[in-house]
């Protein structure tokens, strides 16, 4: 029986997508180590450290079917080391004396490390498809809702009016930076490990850069200035850019759960005949996706700490740091394309009550225009003094719950300077927006820009 949530029937779709479930699979993982292992192999023939008949032969069988796993694992109970049971499995596959150039000066963290930044490089190319996805399910949301007055809050609190559009353009914009951050990441966390036991290339000899570089080439990963056996930022970067993104979304998602309260219910999760939120309430709506990616940011980032923590291996190589990078990367990677799912999905299907945004305009009767009323004041009395106006008027407005118009024109002296309708119509919500709309629509246009 499965342990993980990512490993059961009834979650794994919760927490994760089958795509980047597949990316770390283990026979994936072992299929990465193999490819490392070939890919050492053939660059050592080119090389003319091997013969290239056996680096063919070596190449040919670098299949994960041809190897059993129950074998490897009976194998890895009795010498307690990551890789010897494959390689042993590996050579017996070859089935020639041509196994024996297998591993040519090759270290199993060469191979771990590789095989991990290859799959590493898999989701890269997910995630960034999954924020374009994102930013495509949203995109609409500025165009239809450029001019939806909605409130703006401030410190949990009704402040000055705002458009929906705005608000959706800040959290799309968010969202550009973090794609924008994974591509501008690539080449930096993208590269091979193969560097020996220590980094010095010794058992290649002379050639050991031109090795690494030929493996580097045919594997499709960047090759690094120096080893880095025991400089574990790459993993930290790709983990910390997890908890970024992970970071906004939770962020969306916590307004939209918010929003989506039955007090407010100026935004509603997508719903359809069938979803079900409660056992025992048939009423109930449930914000199921705005809920698991709030849960999973928790995940991530707690995650992207424990890499953090792996940077600080001691010497050449150091297994009590890098072995957790083992569990916390797969398991990351994996719940961010979870996340992302649920953001898309709770995007495409937003529900916008526009109507129940403009009503709550007006909750305060008027106090959410305070500071207009104050500017239209200050057309007749120093700024200081309108200030000081609005503030006595507000008090009393909120205290009593009457309207601040009211309280307003029953300031001494204030009827003397101002028309009635002057401060009436600097209390609608929709002459007050600023230029909420321009900004809707210069991030539709990045956006657009940004995934053609």
């Given at each position: ?54 680096a063919k032969r070596i190449a040919g069988c ?97 402040a000055l009016p705002i458009t929906f559009g ?78 970024l993104t992970s970071g906004t979304a939770g ?202």
């Open positions: 029986m499965a342990v993980h949530f990512l490993d059961t029937v009834l979650f794994q779709d919760s927490i994760s997508t089958e795509g980047m479930r597949a990316i770390f699979d283990e026979r994936t993982m072992l299929q990465r180590w193999l490819d490392v292992e070939r890919a050492i192999a053939v660059a050592a023939g080119e090389l003319g450290m091997i013969p290239k008949e056996a670098a299949d994960i079917d041809k190897i059993d796993l129950e074998t490897v694992k009976a194998h890895g109970k009795i010498t307690t080391h990551s890789l010897l049971g494959l390689l042993k499995e590996f050579r017996r596959a070859i089935d020639h004396d041509d196994a024996r150039y297998v591993h040519w000066g090759a270290t199993t963290q060469d191979i771990i490390d590789t095989g991990m930044f290859l799959m590493i490089r898999d989701a890269f190319d997910m995630i960034d498809g999954q924020l374009v996805g994102a930013l495509k399910a949203g995109r609409p949301l500025l165009r239809d809702h450029r001019d939806t007055v909605m409130v703006g809050r401030t410190h949990g609190g009704h705005l608000k959706a353009a800040t959290w799309l914009d968010e969202l550009t930076r973090q794609l924008e951050r994974w591509r501008a990441a690539r080449d930096r966390i993208l590269v091979v490990n193969i560097i020996g036991a220590v980094g010095t290339f010794a058992s290649w000899g002379s050639a050991g850069l031109d090795l690494q570089a030929k493996a580097a080439e045919i594997l499709g990963l960047g090759v690094p200035a120096s080893p880095w056996g025991g400089a574990r930022d790459r993993t930290a970067e790709a983990l910390s850019l997890c908890a962020r969306i998602a916590k307004e939209i759960y918010n929003l989506n309260k039955t007090e407010v219910r100026e935004l509603e999760e997508p719903f359809a005949v069938g979803k079900v939120g409660s056992s025992t309430m048939p009423h109930k709506r449930n914000p199921v996706h705005t809920e698991w990616s709030i849960v999973l940011d928790r995940i991530i980032r707690a995650n992207a700490g424990v890499a953090l923590e792996a940077m600080g291996c001691e010497n050449e190589r150091d297994a009590t740091h890098w072995k957790a990078e083992w569990i916390v990367v797969p398991e990351t990677f994996s719940v961010l394309s979870g996340s992302l799912n649920h953001l898309t999905a709770t995007l495409s299907g937003l529900k916008v009550n526009a109507d129940r945004m403009l009503e709550n305009t007006n909750m305060l009767n008027g106090l959410l225009l305070s500071e207009r009323a104050m500017f239209a004041l200050a057309e007749y009395l120093p700024l200081p003094e309108a200030h000081e106006t609005v503030y006595q008027a507000s008090i009393r407005s909120y205290d009593k719950g009457t309207p601040l118009i009211d309280e307003l024109m029953a300031e001494k002296g204030v009827a003397d300077v101002c028309d009635r309708s002057h401060i009436e119509e600097a209390l609608d919500p929709s002459k007050y927006l600023g230029l909420s709309g321009e900004v809707a629509d210069r991030i539709g246009a990045r956006i657009d820009g940004l995934v053609a």
